[in-house]
């Protein structure tokens, strides 16, 4: 029983198409992440989202929207891709209460290729 | 602006030996580090972490020490095993306020020896 999981693995798509990504927690988190690891492999974080506030890296360019129907599930939409665009993404949860740890689990990541 | 630097893009080190590594930071606000394990095809798992109120902290084969003067922290793994060789990232954050973001460092591969 995968704690986050995200589908699809593997997404190959052509320059300027919209695609999504999907997000889902079973561990009743109430704040999920998405992140980006480019080619340098660093691992930067692009929105933490709970059912208060939406927290977005001011680099991430606003073609990349986080959509969440419900607080198990934070999907990642990306409109008008580019060749950069391409990287591994990796969604994350984790609670936020008072004392609360302050881990972040993460999915298995998705491998997006633009060609 | 890397806020957090792992130097080290790799490391070697022979089973049962110790491994050794490093992570600095330039934001004196952090005051919560974590380490994750990567490995190929997978997501970051959680390993160990440290409050930046204490200056170690020890599970099982792994410990972490924070240098808050020098802003460095370390991961050390004695004996090491084969099974340690992963990509380890470093990663920070500011507690206070509504933020929960990690900032991370680019990583170091460790590659455990038979």
């Known amino acids: 029983d995968t704690a986050v999981s995200q589908t699809p693995k593997y997404l190959v798509t052509q320059m300027g198409n919209d695609k999504s990504i999907k997000c889902e927690q079973n561990?009743?988190?109430?704040?999920m992440y998405w992140y980006k690891q480019d080619s340098k492999k660093f691992l930067k974080i692009m929105f933490s989202y709970n059912n208060k506030e939406l927290i977005i890296n001011e680099t991430v360019p606003n073609r990349f929207s986080p959509k969440s129907p419900d607080k198990a599930h934070l999907n990642l939409h990306i409109n008008s891709l580019e060749l950069g665009d391409s990287a591994v993404y990796f969604c994350?949860?984790?609670?936020?209460?008072?004392?609360?740890?302050?881990?972040?689990?993460f999915g298995p990541g998705t491998r997006l290729t633009v060609t | 602006d890397q806020q957090v630097k792992q130097n080290s893009p790799s490391l070697s080190v022979q089973e049962g030996r110790i491994s050794i590594l490093n992570c600095d930071y330039t934001n004196s606000m952090f005051d919560y580090f974590l380490w994750y394990k990567k490995y190929p095809a997978e997501g970051p798992t959680f390993l160990i972490s440290i409050s930046s109120i204490k200056d170690k902290n020890e599970d099982g084969r792994f410990t972490v020490f924070l240098n808050k003067s020098a802003k460095h922290l370390s991961l050390h793994i004695v004996p090491s095993q084969p099974g340690d060789s992963a990509v380890y990232f470093c990663a920070a954050r500011v507690s206070s306020g509504s933020a929960r973001q990690l900032t991370f460092g680019s990583g170091t591969q460790l590659t455990v020896l038979p």
């Open positions: 994350a949860s984790s609670h936020t209460g008072h004392g609360a740890t302050k881990r972040q689990y």
């Open positions: 561990l009743g988190h109430d704040t």
